[in-house]
């Protein structure tokens, strides 16, 4: 997984069929140790309300083997309106490819996001949804459907809710 070219025909693609977004680089902070790979959303609500900005929600981008990824993502926007991501990533990258939609946002009480998505083909043409655990469960991008996050454990549901304390309290 690497962040992809700006310019990537299936990166275009993605975009015009996600609503005709625009991609945009956003550095990555790495400044707080609270903030864990995966939990964007919940990093992203614990910033904004310690004053560091308002949550930006959309997808973050990534060249994959065979093609483009976007994951439902969130940053900040601090009070400059600059981007920030304070969520790390898996690679370890300093930033993302992201791409803000008002359309995508995030149940915090019932823990409902948009399901990642992803382009294979060479032609750009195809889409799959993925599933939490990475499965297909769609062809139609058109309909991008949202799924109920669940807590692994009670561990993570004491960690998110530190964090987010009303988080999955709609379930």
Not at 70 to 84: E, I, N
Not at 113 to 131: G, M, R
Request: contains cysteine.
């Amino acid at each position: 997984m690497r962040v992809p070219d700006i310019n990537d025909k299936k990166l275009l693609q993605l975009l015009k069929l996600l609503g005709n977004l625009t991609a945009v680089k956003v550095p990555v902070n790495l400044g707080d140790e609270r903030f864990l790979i995966g939990r964007c959303w919940y990093n992203v609500w614990a910033a904004s309300q310690e004053g560091r900005g308002d949550i930006v929600h959309g997808w973050s981008l990534w060249s994959i083997e065979k093609g483009i990824l976007g994951q439902h993502h969130s940053v900040l926007r601090d009070k400059s309106g600059t981007l920030l991501d304070v969520t790390p990533n898996k690679i370890g990258s300093q930033y993302i490819l992201f791409a803000e939609s008002e359309k995508h946002g995030f149940d915090y009480e019932n823990l409902k996001s948009w399901l990642n998505v992803k382009c294979e083909d060479k032609d750009a043409k195809t889409f799959i949804q993925l599933n939490r655990e990475g499965k297909p469960v769609r062809n139609d991008i058109l309909d991008v459907v949202r799924t109920r996050m669940r807590f692994s454990d009670d561990d993570e549901c004491q960690q998110i809710r530190q964090l987010v304390p009303f988080a999955g309290k709609g379930n």
